[in-house]
């Protein structure tokens, strides 16, 4: 897996938990 596409799925990961106010 490329390491810099897991950055971005983690990234927009937390950005969806700090949207729904989760995080």
Known sequence: ???NAWHF???RWVLC???N???
């Open 9 to 11: 799925l983690f990234h």
């Open 1 to 3: 897996m490329i390491p």
């Open 17 to 19: 938990l700090r949207c």
């Open 21 to 23: 106010g989760l995080g």
